[in-house]
């Protein structure tokens, strides 16, 4: 088994094996606990609505009263989180401070062994299983691993904690707490590569642990590992952080940031591990395109390289996956780019662009940036305001529509607090020397080092300036609508209007009541009768493929969009072609794609793409392949359509690195019937036993609904397929498996 194997959600209980002595019971109720998907319930749809903060010297000094002030503001967002049945049951709450090296040395000092200077060590805080002897075999695993990654471990601290402010129905679920102390190697250079060292270390850790395979160690879930930074959180509410972990009270327990978090999980089970903050962010928001943003991820595994990763990269895959809330999700994208060379506003900037595409204030220079990372990283889209920081840098950005609070203010000693709202810590008003609200698109960054606030043009000029994102795209980029007219090569259908659109399952209701008023008024129909027809899966009526697929919408009411009234902030641009190399921060990439800038291809259009390699200057190759197939066949006839499309699909042009197929049904006759456009793309582009997997599903669907028995088909049991069950594998460096899982 690679190592990627191990970037999972939820280790399937059957795989599973506990030694004698262990406790299942216990352990099933640990920190992570959360049921399977039954119901509406799903683990993968788990989403955050919350309060955020920070504070920061903007100068860069340190101080125990940074840490302080961090957790009053915490407490003043109490109302932002969510509280249980149990009163003192909370959904989560947590801190990320820099490391006290101070604080951590006297500690040290008296358990026996001496930290280096700051920069020369790093703190991993992790939870652990309660029960001892299973914690010893992780320390053992955790030990070797450091000593593979030619690292030095200096020693282990059991973190101090009084549960005392605990709901009854948390302290079950509580897990254990140490840090360990690493040691930076005499070969590696600099904080940035140790850093990235430790990121390896850590997946490495979690591969190894997940190898043993044992019930016992799904306690185990790195909270932080870094030379810089160090996490506090778990279940509470905002109160009880500082009362459970009473190192937060110590006088040398100091930092020059905070950034502190309170849960409001939207549809989800509080978990130790899904409390914020994470490694790099805290989250206030939802991400609504989660599902794309992964599976675009995954995607990238074949043709991802980075000279920073070298052959290391192949141990950190997946980096995100289903079954994660999608805080931890976007958490792990973004750590991924920055150790990857990026630097913090550059990676954040690719992941939540501000509207560029309709926006025509925005200079040149900046638009080029956005639209050339735009096929490099999809945008992790929804009402968000993420707070963030790598232990130097410390800042703020919101999504581009703005529909999440957050405001900040910077006061005569050098300070600066943001959140989620004002009033959050007592400043009196005539310390105040500015104050503001974090507009759309809009990102605040204070930069330690450099000891000042750094403007959002500043950030963006200098970015969108240091390389020649323009003459990239001229390079790279074919616009769809700038090609010249092709001309017309395929063959028109003689058929009746009426006879296109029942063979491509249009109804009456769909041109009278849909269609018509679009055409004619450029509106969308507005009614309020609502839809009883059953839905696809259950009807006994033949229904277009593309009816068993509904948008998926935000757990979380929002306002609706305005097309017209909202057009700056939306874009309908898509990629058609080879993604460049998530690390190619260089441009050096020749590969060419094809930008269009709506979904929606005219009879025009497809003549262009028809014609692509006539009419640009381009690797591309498109080729005309035949949809139909006689209808007066046998049943099979479909299927053989299927097999005889992807043979056909999957032959490559000679001396063309890519190629398009244009699926046409200009072949339709009274004889002659065509593959759904979906059938068409799968069959010629991809795995067919999916498209199997989902025919063969909606039919025992059907037979569940009246009455028969109800069993998914075997290969989907046995792997799992993502596009119908969701994940149920676990990935121990995410938080711990949803023991009982993995049964569909």
Same mark, same amino acid.
């Given at each position: ?15 599973? @094996? ?25 683990? @993968? ?40 049945? *149990?009163?003192?049951?909370? *959904? ?13 040395? &006297? ?36 030990? *070797? ?51 990235? &060292? ?14 043993? &395979? ?39 327990? *100091? !930092? ?46 074949? !043709? ?115 959140? !989620? ?258 059938? &068409?793309?799968?069959?010629?582009? !991809? ?58």
């Amino acid at each position: 088994m690679s190592g990627s194997e191990f970037e999972r959600e939820n280790i399937a209980t059957d795989a599973l @094996s506990a030694a004698p002595d262990s406790k299942p019971a216990e352990v099933a109720r640990e920190f992570s606990w959360r049921p399977p998907a039954e119901g509406l319930y799903d683990p @993968s749809l788990e989403k955050d609505s919350c309060g955020v903060g920070f504070i920061a010297n903007i100068k860069g000094k340190k101080s125990h009263q940074i840490v302080s002030d961090a957790i009053s503001i915490l407490c003043n967002l109490e109302h932002r989180g969510a509280v249980g049945a *149990d009163p003192r049951a909370g *959904d989560g709450a947590g801190i990320l401070v820099q490391i006290p090296h101070a604080f951590f040395a &006297r500690k040290t000092k008296a358990l026996g062994f001496t930290l280096p200077q700051p920069g020369g060590y790093a703190v991993g805080a992790l939870f652990m299983p309660r029960e001892k002897a299973w914690r010893k075999v992780i320390q053992s695993i955790i030990a *070797d691993q450091i000593k593979e990654e030619q690292l030095t471990l200096l020693g282990w601290r059991e973190v101090p904690t009084d549960n005392s402010s605990l709901g009854e129905t948390v302290k079950p679920t509580e897990p254990a707490h140490m840090q360990v102390f690493i040691g930076r190697g005499a070969h590696i250079k600099n904080d940035d590569e140790f850093e990235r &060292r430790l990121y390896i270390l850590r997946k490495s850790i979690s591969q190894a642990i997940y190898q043993r &395979r044992d019930r016992g160690l799904a306690g185990y879930y790195p909270v932080s590992l870094s030379c810089r930074t160090v996490v506090y959180k778990g279940m509470f509410l905002a109160d009880q952080l500082g009362k459970y972990y009473p190192d937060l009270s110590e006088p040398d327990f *100091d !930092s020059a940031l905070a950034l502190v978090h309170q849960r409001f999980s939207t549809n989800t089970f509080p978990t130790w591990s899904l409390a914020h903050p994470y490694r790099m962010i805290a989250h206030n928001g939802e991400i609504n395109t989660l599902r794309g943003n992964v599976n675009w991820m995954a995607a990238r595994q074949a !043709s991802v390289h980075s000279e920073l990763y070298g052959k290391d990269i192949s141990r950190l895959w997946p980096i995100s996956y289903e079954g994660q809330s999608d805080t931890a999700c976007f958490d792990n994208g973004l750590e991924f780019l920055v150790q990857g060379g990026y630097s913090l506003p550059h990676a954040v900037m690719m992941m939540i662009p501000e509207a560029w595409a309709g926006n025509p204030l925005m200079d040149e220079e900046r638009r080029a940036f956005y639209e050339y990372h735009a096929a490099i990283m999809e945008p992790w889209d929804g009402p968000a305001a993420i707070a963030f920081t790598d232990g130097r840098q410390i800042g703020a950005t919101l999504d581009r529509n703005g529909l999440r609070p957050a405001r900040y203010l910077v006061t005569s000693d050098d300070r600066i607090v943001m959140a !989620s709202e004002m009033g959050v810590l007592k400043i009196p008003e005539e310390h105040i020397v500015t104050k503001w609200r974090l507009q759309p698109g809009k990102m605040l960054l204070v930069d330690l080092e450099q000891g000042r606030l750094i403007p959002d043009d500043e950030i963006k000029a200098q970015l969108a300036k240091s390389h020649p994102y323009r003459d990239w795209l001229d390079r790279t980029q074919i616009v769809l609508e700038e090609l010249p007219d092709a001309p017309t090569k395929g063959m028109r259908s003689n058929l009746p209007l009426l006879d296109r659109q029942q063979a491509f399952g249009y109804t009456q209701e769909d041109i009278t009541i849909l269609m018509t008023p679009m055409a004619s008024t450029g509106e969308e129909a507005n009614g309020s009768m609502g839809n009883d027809t059953p839905i696809s899966a259950l009807s006994d009526k033949a229904k277009p493929l593309f009816t068993y697929f509904k948008q998926n919408f935000a757990q979380v009411t929002n306002p609706p969009i305005d097309p017209i009234r909202e057009e700056l902030v939306m874009s309908l641009v898509s990629i058609i072609g080879p993604r460049p190399n998530l690390f190619d921060l260089q441009g050096v990439a020749g590969t060419k794609r094809l930008e269009v800038r709506q979904p929606i291809l005219t009879d025009a259009d497809l003549e262009k793409i028809r014609s692509i390699s006539d009419i640009a200057d381009t690797h591309f190759k498109s080729r005309t392949l035949d949809t139909t197939f006689h209808a007066g066949l046998r049943r099979g006839a479909r299927a053989g359509a299927r097999r005889t499309l992807r043979a056909r699909g999957s032959r490559r042009p000679r001396g063309r690195q890519h190629h398009h197929p244009v699926r046409p049904h200009g072949g339709l006759g009274p004889d002659s019937d065509s593959l759904a456009a979906g059938l &068409r793309r799968r069959a010629s582009s !991809s795995d067919p036993h999916r498209l199997a997997h989902f025919c063969g599903t909606c039919r025992r669907i059907r037979r569940a609904a009246r009455g028969a028995s109800f069993r998914l088909p075997g290969r989907l049991r046995r792997r799992g397929d993502q596009s119908l069950s969701g994940v149920r594998d676990h990935h121990f460096d995410e938080g711990p498996p949803a023991l009982g899982a993995g049964r569909l």
